[in-house]
């Protein structure tokens, strides 16, 4: 099996393991609110990393390119209290009309 | 005539199929549902082929984290840092077990099987509920209406992918972008969390060219963890998103 197999199950096995985690340890050992805040904080911190990843990496390089026309047309269209979908939507069409005007 | 009214009387003890939590339950398990949608197109154009990204959604069956994983793949990064990132974004779903075991008192096979849809929608549909009948109504009817819907939707979506062929011309790269978003937004309900965006965001920037990618993430996570830990900010920034539809408290309907 392939790698990326490996990872995945190990993924799949690591998500559900922490979730069953939240059941079974007893109440005082997790409901420390120190671990409760990080595990918050590091949700943001994930998704805001993961945006900008996804906006601007290149491999190891810095690029500005059609992806920040999506970045501004998605938060646009989330300041309009639009829902999930019509957000992605909007997002693959902002990046596909400036590839089409020709900006990256 | 008796019988029949006694009859009544116990169709009356049986709660009515739609109450207020299944209600919102249903209809956050169909807005949510779609928008597996966009994770099983964005997979396949990660690389990911069809059975596996249908694993993620059976197995692993929280979005964020998928979304994490093929993100990661989608940017060069290795396998190993997709685990890494889908990982730690899976860890806010401990502090829901625990919620929901307070609230449930799952036993048994049941706790087993609530584990697998303690999720941002489930654990928000319940916390919104006061009554424990509701409560438990509302968890099972987002979490397993949110598993089947999102299962279905994930293989349209691959497909969709599949047949959309390259997924520049089609700006699938943008909707990754969009869909990052999205899943961050309704988490910066405040100051702390907007500057915990930022300050994780700039970190991200500076370590692309210094590390292999996928790593920049993870680099973000432990800023982001250590701010969490030594700083002195309420406990639940950051869980707890609001969640399509937006109306989950019952005082906000």
Redesign the interface.
């Known amino acids: 099996m392939s790698?990326?197999?490996?990872?995945?199950?190990?993924?799949?096995a690591?998500?559900?393991g922490?979730?069953?985690?939240?059941?079974l340890?007893p109440?005082k050992i997790?409901?420390n609110?120190?671990?409760?805040?990080?595990?918050?904080?590091?949700?943001?911190?994930?998704?805001?990393?993961?945006?900008?990843?996804?906006?601007?990496?290149s491999?190891?390089?810095?690029a500005f390119d059609?992806?920040l026309?999506?970045?501004v047309?998605?938060?646009v269209?989330?300041l309009l209290r639009a829902?999930?979908?019509v957000?992605?939507?909007?997002?693959?069409?902002?990046?596909?009309?400036?590839?089409y005007l020709g900006w990256g | 005539m008796h019988t029949a009214a006694s009859a009544m009387a116990k169709l009356d003890a049986v709660p009515p199929l739609m109450t207020p939590a299944t209600k919102i339950g249903a209809s956050i398990a169909v807005?949510?549902g779609?928008?597996a949608?966009?994770y099983g197109a964005l997979g396949v154009a990660a690389g990911?082929n069809l059975w596996?990204v249908m694993?993620?959604s059976l197995?692993?069956?929280?979005g964020?984290?998928q979304?994490?994983?093929i993100?990661?793949i989608?940017?060069?990064g290795s396998?190993?840092a997709?685990?890494g990132?889908?990982?730690?974004?899976?860890?806010?779903?401990?502090?829901?077990?625990?919620?929901?075991?307070?609230m449930l008192r799952?036993r048994g096979l049941k706790?087993?099987l609530?584990?697998?849809v303690?999720i941002d929608e489930s654990t928000a549909t319940a916390a919104g509920q006061s009554d424990p009948a509701e409560q438990k109504r509302g968890f099972w009817v987002a979490g397993i209406g949110v598993y089947v819907l999102w299962n279905i939707f994930t293989v349209a979506g691959a497909l969709l992918g599949d047949a959309l062929g390259d997924p520049?011309?089609?700006?699938?790269?943008?909707?990754?972008?969009?869909?990052?978003?999205?899943?961050?937004?309704p988490?910066?309900k405040s100051a702390e969390?907007i500057a915990?965006?930022?300050?994780?965001?700039l970190?991200?920037?500076l370590a692309?060219?210094?590390?292999?990618?996928g790593v920049?993430?993870l680099?973000?996570?432990l800023?982001?963890?250590v701010?969490?830990?030594f700083?002195r900010?309420?406990?639940?920034?950051?869980?707890e998103p609001d969640v399509?539809?937006r109306a989950t408290r019952e005082d906000s309907e």
């Open positions: 790698e990326m197999w490996w990872w995945i199950f190990a993924g799949c690591a998500a559900y922490i979730k069953l985690l939240g059941y340890v109440e997790l409901e609110e120190k671990m409760t805040r990080a595990a918050g904080t590091l949700t943001i911190g994930l998704l805001a990393s993961l945006t900008i990843v996804n906006t601007v990496a491999g190891t390089a810095v059609a992806r026309a999506a970045l047309a998605a938060g269209a989330l829902p999930f979908l957000v992605v939507v909007v997002g693959a069409g902002a990046a596909a009309l400036a590839r | 807005a949510t779609l928008y949608i966009s990911l596996q694993a993620l197995l692993m069956f929280t964020g984290s979304f994490a994983f993100g990661v989608a940017g060069g396998p190993g997709a685990f990132a889908a990982t730690l974004l899976g860890v806010r779903n401990a502090v829901y077990g625990m919620q929901i075991k307070a799952p706790k087993l609530a584990a697998q303690t520049k011309a089609w700006g699938l790269d943008g909707a990754a972008v969009a869909a990052f978003l999205g899943l961050l937004w988490r910066l969390p915990i965006a930022t300050v994780c965001a970190a991200t920037v692309i060219p210094l590390v292999p990618p920049p993430i680099v973000a996570a800023v982001a963890g701010w969490g830990y700083g900010g309420p406990a639940t920034e950051g869980l399509e539809p």
